[in-house]
């Protein structure tokens, strides 16, 4: 399976914000996009670039989701912090949508083709309600299809054992966000069950956490059911329309 494609820093662009109206800027300057009023980094190829929204289990290069969405043939940009999700937050950001909101970290500019937003398990882990999550969730799916309305959106739910196996809160996230998915008409990737189903709990490092293993095994897994929701890239004359 190929390997992830390298990763963009999201969380420290170079360069100086700008309100010049021209993005031809040299790649990873920040840019004050007119359209929005937001900063967003350059990217060398945004047409071909996926954004990979998640937690900690996205963060590692060669993770999971990142070799499933790179095994389809997209480059990445990784944005989102380990031990952040709908709800949950660190002393150093915020959960996703507020740490969007306040710059904690930025989105690219231009028309990346696909968006996958990953997590959950550290919203359950902190024990936040059904309702915290799914608001959440709805705030920055509206934000993202707002800044993005040529762009395909995606969720991948929440890694975990399963119902029968021990998954409790982590499962039950997954379905929630599985909801919220439908509601919104957004594909979605169910791991609720995903360390039993593959025999992958034998690849866990910590209990949560996958060793290169685990990644390599389910990023395959990734790979597939992304393939058969039709995420592949889309020929270049389909190309989504640009960032507002």
Excluded: C
Excluded at 128 to 143: F, G, H, K, M
Excluded at 162 to 176: F, I, K, M, S, Y
């Amino acid at each position: 399976m190929p390997v992830a494609a390298a990763t963009a820093a999201a969380q420290k662009p170079q360069g100086l914000p700008t309100a010049s109206p021209s993005p031809d800027l040299p790649v990873g300057s920040l840019y004050r996009n007119p359209a929005n009023d937001r900063n967003e980094v350059i990217l060398a190829d945004i047409r071909h670039t996926a954004v990979l929204i998640g937690d900690s289990q996205s963060q590692p290069k060669d993770s999971w989701p990142q070799r499933g969405i790179a095994a389809l043939g997209y480059k990445l940009y990784v944005a989102g912090m380990g031990g952040t999700g709908f709800v949950a937050s660190t002393s150093k950001t915020g959960n996703y949508i507020d740490a969007l909101q306040r710059g904690d970290w930025v989105l690219p500019y231009g028309a990346p083709p696909l968006i996958v937003v990953q997590g959950g398990g550290n919203d359950a882990a902190q024990k936040a309600s059904d309702t915290q999550i799914s608001t959440n969730a709805e705030r920055l799916l509206a934000v993202l299809k707002k800044r993005y309305p040529g762009s395909r959106l995606a969720m991948i739910g929440t890694l975990a054992k399963g119902a029968d196996n021990g998954g409790g809160r982590r499962t039950e996230v997954d379905a929630l966000l599985s909801r919220v998915a439908a509601k919104n008409n957004i594909p979605f990737v169910s791991a609720g069950d995903w360390l039993t189903r593959y025999d992958a709990v034998k690849d866990l490092q910590d209990g949560v956490h996958m060793k290169p293993s685990g990644h390599e095994k389910l990023g395959k897994v990734l790979a597939g059911q992304l393939a058969s929701l039709g995420l592949q890239p889309r020929p270049e004359t389909d190309s989504p329309a640009p960032s507002q």
